[in-house]
C-alpha cells in the first residue's frame, strides 16, 4: 500500500545517523525504498535499495554554494519532485525521523519550517501534482546555475499559491520542531529534555544534516551520552560499533563556528553582488558614454562630407 512506503534518495558515504532515521520507519512497519546510484553499505534490515536511474537518468547534480562546498542536495531535490510527478507516495528525507506510531493519514502532506516558508523534507502528494510538476521544471532549467536553496523550501513556498492555493499545510510543530539553526540541540545531553518538550506533539523530527555537515561534526562517531539522539539509538536498538564518541563541548564550539562562518559568507555574499552591480552599473554607464561619443563623431563625419560633396558639386 502507499501509505505504507516512503522513499528517499542518497549519495555519498552512509552513516549510523542516516541508518537510525530510516529505522525508525521500519520500526513502525513502514517500507522504506532508498534511491541511489552505488550499492550503500551499511543500509538497516528493512529499507530496500533501488536504483535512481529508474526514476532520473542523469548524473547527480551539485549546489556549487558561494562559501561552501558542494552539496548533492540539489539533485536530491530534483530527485523527489520527479519522483513524486512520476509514483506519488511519502517522500522523506534520510535525516527526517518517524517519533509518532505511524504515518499521518493524509493525501498530501507539507508542513512550514517557518511561518513564512515551507519545507521539502517530509513530503506526500498523490501522482502528478501540478505544484511538483512545476517544481521539477523549474529545478531541471536551473541545475547548470542553480545557487543554494532556491530549488529546495525558498521554490516550494513560491509555487504553493499558484499551484496548491488550497492545499492543507501542517503546523511547524509537525516536522521542524526543532529549527536548523538549533541543530546542536539533538547532541547535547542538557538540552534532551528540551527537545522531548518540544518534540511531544511532533510526528517526525527534522536533524538538519546540512548543518551538520557544514559545522564539520564526524557522523562516523556515537553522539554524547545522554542526549537526545543517543536515547534514540538504544530506544531503536540499531546495530552500531562506535570508535569513539563525541563531546558536547567541541559541538557546541562546531556549531557557533559554523554560525560564524555562514554570517560572514553571507556578509561576503551580499558585498559581491553589490560590487557586481556596481560595476555592471559603470560599464553601461560607460557604454551609453561612448555610444553618444561615438554618435557625434559620426554626425560630424556625415556633415563634413557632405559640406564637401556640396562643395565639389557646385564651385564657385
Not at 534511491?35 to 530496500?48: H, K, N, T, W
Not at 530506544?235 to 560564524?260: E, G, H, N
Request: glycine share 6%; net charge neutral; aromatic share 10%.
Amino acid at each position: 500500500m502507499p501509505d505504507r512506503v516512503v522513499r528517499s534518495f542518497w549519495h555519498g558515504p552512509f552513516s549510523p545517523y542516516e541508518a537510525l532515521c530510516l529505522s525508525s520507519f521500519v520500526a513502525a512497519g513502514v517500507e522504506v525504498e532508498l534511491f541511489s546510484e552505488a550499492p550503500v553499505p551499511g543500509l538497516p534490515d528493512g529499507v530496500r535499495r533501488r536504483n535512481a536511474r529508474e526514476i532520473l537518468d542523469q548524473e547527480v547534480a551539485f549546489y556549487r554554494h558561494e562559501f561552501d562546498g558542494p552539496s548533492p542536495s540539489l539533485h536530491s531535490n530534483h530527485f523527489r519532485y520527479t519522483l513524486l510527478e512520476k509514483l506519488g507516495g511519502w517522500w522523506i528525507d534520510t535525516d527526517a525521523m518517524l517519533i509518532a506510531s505511524s504515518l499521518p493519514a493524509a493525501n498530501i502532506f507539507i508542513a512550514r519550517q517557518s511561518d513564512r516558508e515551507l519545507n521539502s523534507s517530509v513530503l506526500r502528494f498523490p501522482p502528478g501534482p501540478p505544484m511538483m510538476k512545476a517544481a521539477r521544471q523549474r529545478t531541471a532549467a536551473q541545475l547548470e546555475n542553480a545557487r543554494w536553496g532556491e530549488t529546495g523550501p525558498k521554490l516550494l513556498t513560491e509555487l504553493q499559491p499558484a499551484y496548491a492555493p488550497d492545499m492543507p499545510i501542517a503546523p511547524r510543530q509537525s516536522c521542524y520542531a526543532i529549527g536548523a539553526e538549533e541543530f546542536e540541540k539533538f547532541l547535547l545531553p542538557e538540552a534532551r529534555d528540551e527537545v522531548d518538550e518540544r518534540t511531544s506533539d511532533s510526528t517526525f523530527v527534522h536533524l538538519w544534516n546540512e548543518m551538520w555537515r557544514k559545522a564539520g561534526v564526524p557522523k562516523n562517531i556515537a553522539p554524547p551520552k545522554g542526549c537526545w539522539l543517543d536515547r534514540m539509538f538504544e530506544r531503536l536498538q540499531v546495530p552500531v560499533v562506535w570508535s569513539d564518541r563525541l563531546d558536547a563541548t567541541y559541538i557546541k564550539r562546531w556549531a557557533a563556528l559554523r554560525r560564524d562562518r555562514d554570517h560572514a559568507g553571507h556578509h561576503n555574499l551580499v558585498f559581491d553582488r553589490e560590487l557586481s552591480r556596481l560595476r555592471a552599473e559603470r560599464d553601461a554607464l560607460e557604454n551609453v558614454r561612448n555610444f553618444g561619443f561615438s554618435r557625434i563623431v559620426g554626425d560630424l563625419r556625415t556633415r563634413v562630407k557632405a559640406r564637401f560633396k556640396r562643395d565639389r558639386d557646385n564651385p564657385k
